[in-house]
């Protein structure tokens, strides 16, 4: 399985091949080729950056972290989506790796959500001792307090959906890869 891409502007394209002896990737502009044995990969993040950006990234001993994203840069903010073609990679790699090294940790997340999830805190925590402070100097708005509870429950559920969680590499998660083609309706 091949998938190929330019993950950043200048760095040109990168092949991706899921070979019988591992990870291979082929840095064209540099012609430089790299193996990534799937006994020395530790870890496989699925991450879902933005609606519709997804990433892969491969954690490996002695090898630096690779990040294979779902979008192909033309040039400064201009993509091509690569959905179909990063869904299938992913799940290959996914599949392969796991079958070739079973002590691999698959992880899933997404850092919008994540993030999103700490900002909602914040301001919760803001709301709250916006709330305390009124409270204790004025009569209390119900507004307030019922808009604070809301906030940090929207936000403590946000940091749970997105922070890293194990996955079954069996079946990895829908929410974190673009959507099937041959299920689109």
Avoid at 60 to 76: D, F, K, Q
């Amino acid at each position: 399985m091949e998938y190929r891409l330019n993950p950043l502007i200048g760095s040109g394209n990168v092949r991706h091949v899921v070979g019988p002896e591992g990870l291979v990737l082929e840095r064209e502009k540099f012609r430089r080729r790299e193996v990534i044995p799937f006994s020395s990969i530790r870890a496989i993040h699925l991450r879902q950056e933005a609606p519709g950006k997804f990433t892969l990234r491969v954690v490996a001993r002695g090898a630096e972290t690779i990040t294979i994203p779902s979008r192909h840069m033309r040039g400064l903010a201009q993509f091509d989506e690569r959905g179909p073609e990063y869904r299938c990679f992913a799940l290959e790699l996914i599949r392969a790796s796991h079958a070739a090294n079973p002590h691999i940790r698959f992880i899933g997340g997404s850092s919008l959500l994540f993030v999103m999830g700490w900002g909602l805190l914040g301001i919760g925590a803001l709301s709250g001792a916006t709330a305390t402070w009124l409270a204790l100097t004025s009569s209390p708005s119900w507004p307030i307090v019922l808009g604070t509870a809301t906030v940090l429950t929207m936000g403590w559920s946000n940091v749970r959906s997105g922070r890293g969680t194990p996955f079954d590499p069996d079946a990895p998660p829908e929410s974190l890869l673009p959507p099937d083609p041959d299920r689109a309706g």
